[in-house]
Nanobody, 115 residues
């Protein structure tokens, strides 16, 4: 059974940093591109960062230069290092990957940035 579990969210002041973690179980982790999404209240879920199975990364324009995605295939973990946080980064952050036509999600972790 595939399971994604996010952790590391919390309350932080603007300008601060947080590192989110996502533990993946029940799948062959290394063959999948991994994504971080976020959803703010009243807004659609948006793609924040992606790391391919070849370790190529890409970011939403809104987080470029501030966020860093990484992965550890041996531990089946994906991370999101978030620096210089802004109030507009407040959202629930989700770990995700797509296997064929099926999309797998974690339960999300809340990040709240106070201004």
């Amino acid at each position: 059974q595939v399971q994604l579990v996010e952790s590391g969210g919390g309350l932080v002041q603007a300008g601060g940093s947080l590192t989110l973690s996502c533990a993946v179980s029940g799948s062959i982790f290394s063959i999948y591109d991994m994504n971080w999404y976020r959803q703010a209240p009243g807004k659609q879920r948006e793609l924040v960062a992606i790391i391919t199975r070849a370790f190529v990364t890409d970011y939403a324009d809104s987080v470029k230069g501030r966020f860093t995605i990484s992965r550890d295939n041996a531990k089946k973990m994906v991370y999101l290092q978030m620096n210089s946080l802004k109030a507009e980064d407040t959202a629930v952050y989700y770990c995700n990957y797509l296997s064929g036509v099926r999309s797998y999600w974690g339960q999300g972790t809340q990040v709240t940035v106070s201004s």
